[in-house]
């Protein structure tokens, strides 16, 4: 995206066609900017995004967890517990923002429009942020409406996945990129016996291991050692590298 395509502000074409992807109409307009403005475009923070962000991310959850309850009655907390994590997470809110053709509303500071892709963090906020508005707005039922309009696909994809977000695909999209290499995956370890063993694996390019993780397979545990070498290289603490089974 070029920085000529990032508003300084929004006419009322641009919110009414901001409104129209959204499928809610703000009664106040005012309140749409707000959420569309990073705090790295806003004269003081406190007429950036940031706070309708923090509720917006409440409401999310909230909702994704009522939807996922009364959709699933026979599903474990566990199991809600592993789809909520994917459908709400950072990565998704971004993915969603560019999905809806919403980044071309976003109104950001100079130093962000000028890289060559806007960070995910930034969409999410936004995007939680609209939710926040949607909110303020019109209150919870709008934006439930909202969300769960917006993450019906992802939740029946992550329902119907064993270990939800692809991470490997990801991971080996991401270093096929940018170096030509192909990850590969090492059982470090095994622990249980043989109807309930786990494995840690290690994810792997050329001269470089990762941070391992266990899984109750050798197929979930390659996805969460693919996860743990995604958030090492976004400079992310791995999430998957203490998760050690019990004997």
Request: proline share 4%; net charge negative; charged share 25%.
């Amino acid at each position: 995206m070029s920085q000529s395509a990032v508003p300084d502000e929004l006419n009322q074409a641009q919110l009414l066609e901001c409104q129209n992807i959204l499928g809610y109409q703000f009664v106040d307009s005012v309140l749409l900017t707000r959420c569309l403005t990073h705090a790295s475009a806003a004269r003081v923070r406190l007429e950036s995004n940031e706070r309708m962000e923090f509720l917006g991310d409440a409401i999310l959850g909230a909702a994704v967890c009522e939807a996922l309850y009364e959709r699933f009655p026979q599903a474990s907390e566990g199991e809600l517990t592993r789809i909520k994590s994917v459908v709400v997470s950072r990565a998704t809110c971004a993915r969603l923002v560019r999905q809806m053709n919403l980044v071309k509303f976003l109104i950001l500071g100079k130093g962000i429009t000028q890289s060559a892709v806007i960070p995910g963090s930034v969409l999410a906020t936004a995007f939680e942020a609209i939710i926040g508005g949607i909110y303020l707005d019109g209150g919870y039922e709008p934006a439930k409406e909202f969300i769960v309009r917006v993450v019906d696909v992802d939740i029946i994809r992550v329902a119907e996945s064993s270990v939800g977000v692809n991470h490997k695909s990801i991971f080996q999209q991401r270093v096929q990129k940018h170096t030509g290499e192909t990850p590969f995956y090492r059982v470090l370890n095994e622990k249980g016996p043989d109807h309930s063993k786990s494995f840690q694996v290690e994810a792997i390019v050329g001269e470089n291991s990762y941070s391992p993780a266990w899984g109750e397979s050798k197929k979930i545990a390659e996805q969460r050692a693919a996860e743990n070498a995604l958030s090492e290289l976004n400079g992310d603490e791995p999430p998957h590298a203490s998760s050690e089974p019990s004997d």
